[in-house]
């Protein structure tokens, strides 16, 4: 089975703290990706990774920069957290190719006060 | 850009019924994917079914099955003999395939939340 592991399950920051969320998955998948889930808006695409060290911005990219060193870890990291950043975070993975599931983490559920 | 709209945010289902969540999405592509996911309370999104949008057959998996309509850009999903378990809340999600190179994005509507009444 693929496994999806984020660092935290539940955060509690104060704002302007530097912040990283990691994200983990052990079945060699090419791509990573990861949204920020609200109530009421779904789903949205914060920044992905198709291969080490490479990255694209997602829908929704300000505030957030990632880091990929690794092939199996895909950190989110918030350079100067704010209170509108208080949300859930899914990281997910897939393998390369056009058309692949998503395999998705338990969530991070990240609180800026 | 792509847009997906899932209208109805709870439904309520009693067990062993049937149901049916709707998903409308705008697209000017011809070729596509469409997805529905599941989260349940607390747990991991997994992948319930998916449809090609070249395929005319409505893709099927076990009691969980889709109306594709392309022409009417609408996807539902209907789950048949509904379990306990099948309360979450489910996503209607879009995807543009790529020719080349990384893998492509998904456009999630917002969701519905489904409840499965004992």
């Known amino acids: 089975d693929v496994k999806v592991t984020q660092s935290s399950r539940y955060l509690v920051k104060r704002t302007g703290e530097k912040v990283f969320l990691e994200c983990v998955q052990d079945?060699?998948?090419?791509?990573m990706f990861w949204y920020r889930q609200d109530p009421g808006l779904g789903l949205r695409l914060i920044y992905f990774?198709?291969?080490?060290?490479?990255?694209e911005k997602g829908d929704i990219p300000e505030g957030y920069s990632v880091s990929r060193e690794k092939k199996e870890r895909f950190s989110l990291i918030l350079e100067s957290a704010s209170t509108n950043q208080t949300s859930m975070y899914l990281c997910?993975?897939?393998?390369?190719?056009?058309?692949?599931?998503?395999?998705f983490g338990p969530g991070t559920r990240l609180t800026v006060t | 850009a792509q847009t997906v709209t899932q209208s109805q945010p709870e439904m309520s289902v009693q067990e062993a019924e049937t149901v049916t969540l709707s998903c409308t999405y705008d697209?000017?592509?011809?070729?596509?994917?469409l997805f529905w996911y599941k989260q349940p309370p607390s747990r991991q999104m997994i992948l319930v079914i998916r449809?090609?949008?070249?395929?005319?057959q409505n893709a099927t998996e076990n009691r969980f099955s889709v109306n594709f309509q392309k022409a009417a850009k609408s996807f539902s999903l209907k789950i048949s003999d509904s379990q306990l378990g099948d309360t979450a809340m489910y996503f209607c999600?879009?995807?543009?395939?790529?020719?080349?190179?990384?893998?492509?994005?998904?456009?999630f509507g917002k969701g519905i939340t489904l409840s499965v009444r004992p």
């Open positions: 079945m060699d998948h090419e791509n």
């Open positions: 999600a879009f995807m543009k395939p790529r020719l080349t190179g990384a893998n492509s994005k998904l456009t």
């Open positions: 697209t000017s592509e011809n070729n596509y994917y």
């Open positions: 449809q090609e949008a070249y395929k005319q």
């Open positions: 990774s198709y291969d080490v060290k490479m990255k």
């Open positions: 997910a993975s897939s393998l390369g190719g056009a058309i692949r599931e998503q395999y």
